[in-house]
């Protein structure tokens, strides 16, 4: 049941990425209809699906969160690896490498697993400072 719950989360990511993507290209390429307008209703449709995977990528393998046995910071590693594997993948078979090349999107997957492994490690600590906090006031009550 976890994983659905994942997949879900991941596909309205990926559908949050795509729109997101609509933007930034409208803006760097002159506006929206200019930017629609080299675009085909198969090439939005792929770029739709190429979000939702990329997405997928990152989201899924955050079901290793659910093994207690490993650290929070291996876990992450894992997750944003995973994320940044498929990421690649996607790129080369959406033909963006060879547009730009591989090393600008190998630059982009990193920064894309280091920035999820940060906001992962934000939580983390959030997660932590609140049970401190709860313990605190536990041992605070039997004083």
Not at 46 to 51: I, N, Q
Not at 102 to 117: E, H, S
Not at 118 to 127: D, L, S
Request: some cysteine; proline content about 1%.
């Amino acid at each position: 049941m976890k994983l659905y719950w994942r997949a879900r989360e991941g596909f309205c990511w990926g559908c949050v990425a795509f729109v997101g993507a609509l933007f930034v290209g409208a803006a760097v390429h002159g506006g929206a209809d200019a930017y629609v307008s080299r675009k085909t209703g198969t090439g939005l449709l792929k770029l739709a699906v190429y979000c939702i995977v990329i997405s997928e990528g990152f989201n899924l393998p955050g079901v290793i969160y659910e093994v207690d046995k490993l650290a929070v910071s291996l876990k992450a590693l894992f997750q944003f690896g995973i994320g940044a594997i498929v990421y690649l993948m996607t790129a080369y078979f959406a033909g963006w490498m060879e547009e730009v090349g591989f090393i600008r999107y190998l630059i982009v997957a990193l920064a894309l697993g280091a920035l999820g492994w940060g906001i992962a490690m934000i939580g983390a600590f959030g997660t932590a400072n609140k049970m401190n906090r709860k313990i605190k006031e536990k041992e605070k009550e039997k004083e």
